[in-house]
């Protein structure tokens, strides 16, 4: 089928890649804007979508916005059978859903109505949810309400955002072109009423660890903003992301050091911290970061 491709960040690459190999034409490839990143800070920095279709020779494009009348001529001059999207990062007016023969489909990492938005993996790690996965969706106007064509499951178990997201981003990718193989014998169904819930945009705000809850869920906290942007404690003006954490047995206030192993009282339980990054330090063991700055037990945090 002639494919347009809409993505932006590494979720959506094993898609694109999947889409060539299976021998569809991919028309175009629809980007976010190349950001300023680098060393400095300055230079302006393709997606990850971007380097890899440019690598395949597929045309690029990158517009603020789909709204405008050009755009969308644009977009449905392109002819196509069918556009993918997988986490491309802007609302696509009716006009454009509708272009394409056969309409857009999402590629979207949970199973639908729970979690729709924009940080489904987040959301699921924070709340606890033993069970996640892909959902191929038929896209219209409403956020991520769209009939569903496939779904798949995965475990959560221990995984980070940054684990989940590879393996769901692989997955995805197998799913979508197995749906669009079958894509004639496939009936879309209807999202159930019940169990809606909103993945909203993740706040820089919530990575702060917050010990007065129980250890459980302080340890999620640090699994679910693994990579980005990262878990922290403040400590005497310092930031300190915890990248690696375990639940163990303690009792005592909340914030608080137990030990010199850096294990944190918290609400319920504590924690222990395995693997910990200074500001503007490389990440390391905390026993190691333990044997350059000391953190003696009975020390608050933040």
């Given at each position: 089928?002639?494919?347009?491709?809409m993505?932006?960040?590494?979720?959506?690459?094993?898609a694109?890649?999947a889409?060539?190999?299976?021998?569809?034409?991919?028309?175009?490839?629809?980007?976010?804007p190349?950001?300023?990143?680098?060393?400095?800070?300055?230079e302006?920095?393709?997606?990850?979508?971007?380097?890899?279709?440019e690598?395949?020779?597929?045309?690029?494009?990158?517009p603020v916005?789909?709204?405008?009348?050009?755009?969308?001529a644009?977009?449905?001059?392109?002819?196509?059978?069918?556009?993918?999207v997988?986490?491309?990062g802007?609302i696509?007016?009716?006009?454009?859903?509708?272009a394409?023969?056969?309409g857009?489909l999402?590629?979207h990492?949970s199973?639908?109505?729970r979690?729709?938005g924009?940080?489904p993996?987040?959301r699921a790690?924070?709340a606890?949810d033993?069970?996640?996965?892909?959902?191929?969706?038929?896209?219209?106007?409403?956020?991520?309400?769209?009939?569903m064509?496939a779904t798949?499951?995965?475990?959560?178990?221990?995984?980070?955002?940054g684990?989940?997201?590879a393996?769901?981003?692989d997955?995805?990718a197998q799913?979508?072109?197995g749906t669009?193989?079958?894509?004639?014998v496939?009936?879309?169904?209807?999202?159930?009423?019940?169990?809606?819930?909103?993945a909203?945009?993740i706040?820089?705000?919530?990575?702060?660890?917050?010990?007065?809850?129980?250890?459980?869920?302080?340890?999620?906290?640090?699994r679910a903003?693994m990579?980005?942007p990262?878990a922290?404690?403040?400590?005497?003006?310092?930031r300190y992301?915890?990248?690696?954490?375990?639940?163990?047995?303690?009792i005592?206030?909340?914030?608080t050091?137990l030990?010199?192993?850096l294990?944190?009282?918290?609400?319920?339980?504590?924690i222990?911290?395995?693997?910990?990054?200074?500001a503007?330090?490389?990440?390391?063991?905390?026993?190691?970061?333990?044997r350059?700055?000391?953190i003696p037990?009975?020390t608050?945090?933040?």
């Amino acid at each position: 089928m002639r494919i347009i491709f809409m993505g932006t960040p590494d979720f959506a690459v094993p898609a694109l890649v999947a889409l060539v190999e299976a021998g569809h034409e991919v028309v175009a490839a629809y980007t976010q804007p190349p950001r300023p990143g680098g060393r400095r800070g300055k230079e302006l920095t393709p997606s990850p979508v971007h380097k890899e279709a440019e690598v395949r020779g597929i045309e690029v494009r990158h517009p603020v916005s789909l709204k405008g009348a050009d755009e969308q001529a644009a977009f449905a001059a392109l002819e196509a059978d069918i556009a993918v999207v997988a986490a491309y990062g802007l609302i696509l007016p009716q006009a454009v859903l509708d272009a394409p023969r056969l309409g857009c489909l999402n590629i979207h990492a949970s199973i639908l109505p729970r979690w729709r938005g924009a940080a489904p993996i987040h959301r699921a790690i924070l709340a606890g949810d033993p069970t996640t996965g892909i959902t191929i969706m038929q896209m219209e106007a409403g956020l991520d309400t769209g009939p569903m064509l496939a779904t798949l499951r995965t475990t959560v178990d221990r995984k980070t955002t940054g684990e989940l997201t590879a393996e769901l981003a692989d997955r995805g990718a197998q799913l979508l072109i197995g749906t669009l193989r079958d894509l004639a014998v496939h009936r879309a169904v209807r999202q159930p009423d019940d169990g809606v819930t909103y993945a909203k945009k993740i706040d820089k705000t919530e990575a702060r660890l917050d010990f007065t809850q129980g250890a459980e869920a302080v340890e999620r906290q640090v699994r679910a903003f693994m990579p980005v942007p990262g878990a922290f404690f403040e400590l005497d003006g310092e930031r300190y992301k915890v990248l690696a954490a375990e639940v163990v047995e303690g009792i005592g206030e909340p914030g608080t050091t137990l030990d010199d192993a850096l294990t944190v009282a918290c609400g319920v339980g504590a924690i222990r911290c395995g693997r910990v990054q200074r500001a503007g330090k490389p990440a390391m063991e905390a026993a190691e970061l333990l044997r350059g700055r000391p953190i003696p037990a009975g020390t608050r945090l933040g």
